[in-house]
T-cell receptor, first 113, second 114 residues
């Protein structure tokens, strides 16, 4: 079956622009997570959705970052007024339930010029 | 403060031999541990997990061992195959917590030599 799908796979944009990253989770998965991996770093948690609500946003690095999830399915991570330190691979994961293994997409590689 | 540590950045093993990847954690609240494998330009692929109520979990060539008193877990791959060459991430979570967010180590690059 289809895995977690993320788009775009690569995004290059100028500093100061806004970007939107999309995640299509595995069908039926109620939990959805966003992580990012900066160069030379491990994966760091950004935000967790259960259904359409986000009970844990503790990993969002600044108020320039926001995310939403609609219909209990697709999620969008938005970064406003991008900065060079936002350059990273942004990974989405979904799981059948909150305490099930998380399955990852291939990520969006974001480069801020 | 890094709560999950993988102190070996890389490991090289001969095909057919055992690969042992290690992971240490500091947070005693962690009760669920996972190993992921990652190829370049791909997302992490779930391999195997273990709950803190167990000390061993096995799935084919992969076995994870958990030593709670030492706050240490390891992944054994036997026999190792060239296709196992990848970066391996250890991750931990508080399963009974509000989110089950994963805390990752920085990864170990495994190279299996033919």
């Amino acid at each position: 079956g289809a895995g977690v799908s993320q788009s775009p796979s690569n995004k290059v944009t100028e500093k100061g622009k806004d970007v939107e990253l999309r995640c299509d989770p595995i069908s039926g998965h109620t939990a959805l997570y966003w992580y990012r991996q900066s160069l030379g770093q491990g994966l760091e948690f950004l935000i967790y959705f259960q259904g359409n609500s986000a009970p844990d946003k503790s990993g969002l690095p600044s108020d320039r970052f926001s995310a939403e999830r609609t219909g209990g399915s697709v999620s969008t991570l938005t970064i406003q007024r991008t900065q060079q330190e936002d350059s990273a691979v942004y990974l989405c994961a979904s799981s059948l339930a909150r305490d099930s293994p998380q399955h990852f997409g291939d990520g969006t590689r974001l480069s801020i010029l | 403060d890094q709560q999950v540590k993988q102190n070996s950045p890389s490991l090289s093993v001969q095909e057919g031999r055992i690969s042992i990847l290690n992971c240490d954690y500091t947070n005693s609240m962690f009760d669920y541990f996972l190993w992921y494998k990652k190829y370049p330009a791909e997302g992490p692929t779930f391999l195997i997990s273990i709950s803190s109520i167990k000390d061993k979990n096995e799935d084919g060539r992969f076995t994870v061992f958990l030593n709670k008193s030492a706050k240490h877990l390891s992944l054994h791959i036997v026999p190792s195959q060239p296709g196992d060459s990848a970066v391996y991430f250890c991750a931990a979570s508080v399963r009974g917590g509000a989110t089950n967010k994963l805390i990752f180590g920085t990864g170990t690059l495994l190279a299996v030599q033919p």
